[in-house]
């Protein structure tokens, strides 16, 4: 499968060096050197241009990265964004993990640390499109109101779809299949993240807060992803009353 990335950067050095290696790992890439010139790429899907990915610096002239990945998600646009910024303060990481980007690396950076962030959200955010190959799809996970449904990518709350970037699907699912489990920030971050990631621990704090928002009722007071004091965090074996079942089971939905 060939994908496309979107590098907005406005050093001209660091825009080539992206640009020439991401190409070079057989890529496809588009580089743009401010935000309007970015949200305009993006917002051109209908016209058949679609990315898989935009890696976003934060320190762009007139408008800044982390508004153009806010109004990116405020048009419902879910392509996954790799921040690449120079600013280690964990405030400015936070804040732009907050507002939907999924990862982010430090300038400088290694190119070998950045390829293998790009290709695991990559990875983590193909949707699996039906086949008539005979392969046997995964039945939704069903969770009182909610429905998790791996195959199609798609999660349903009371028959709404939400709109989930990676990550926070990735950590729905993985909470979903292990209801009852308690799972500290570091085994989420080697899960979701994967073991190569050595960013923060609160990264996982900000996308269970963004994932609360989107999924609860009334976040303060979760019923679905709960807080283990000390420990970190656990999907609700019975949030309705019942545990998660399969959606081909046979079974009512709880």
């Not at 058949?48 to 990116?72: A, F, K, S």
């Not at 392969?135 to 109101?145: A, D, H, K, R, W």
């Not at 807060?209 to 303060?220: F, G, S, T, V, Y």
């Not at 965090?233 to 399969?246: L, V």
């Amino acid at each position: 499968m060939s994908y496309r990335i979107l590098c907005v950067e406005d050093n001209p050095e660091i825009g080539r060096l992206l640009t020439e290696s991401l190409v070079a790992a057989d890529y496809a890439c588009d580089w743009v050197r401010d935000g309007e010139a970015a949200l305009a790429l993006l917002g051109a899907e209908a016209a058949g241009v679609r990315y898989d990915l935009v890696t976003l610096d934060l320190m762009l002239p007139g408008m800044d990265g982390l508004e153009v990945c806010r109004r990116l998600r405020r048009q419902d646009n879910q392509t996954p964004v790799l921040m690449v910024t120079a600013k280690a303060a964990i405030r400015d990481v936070v804040v732009g993990l907050e507002i939907g980007a999924d990862d982010y690396v430090t300038k400088p950076f290694a190119m070998p640390i950045l390829l293998a962030r790009v290709q695991a959200l990559l990875r983590r955010g193909q949707r699996q499109a039906p086949s008539d190959d005979g392969i046997v799809g995964t039945p939704p996970l069903v969770c009182g109101p909610l429905v998790i449904d791996a195959d199609q990518h798609r999660v349903l709350l009371d028959d709404t779809p939400l709109q989930l970037t990676g990550k926070e699907f990735a950590l729905l699912s993985l909470f979903a299949r292990h209801p009852g489990r308690s799972f500290s920030r570091g085994e989420l971050l080697d899960h979701v993240w994967g073991e190569e990631f050595d960013g923060y621990d609160h990264t996982v704090n900000t996308h269970i807060n963004r994932l609360r928002n989107k999924i609860e009722a009334d976040p303060a007071r979760p019923r679905f992803i709960q807080t283990v004091w000390g420990v970190g965090y656990r999907f609700s074996e019975t949030p309705d009353g019942n545990r998660p079942a399969s959606a081909g089971s046979g079974g009512e939905r709880p």
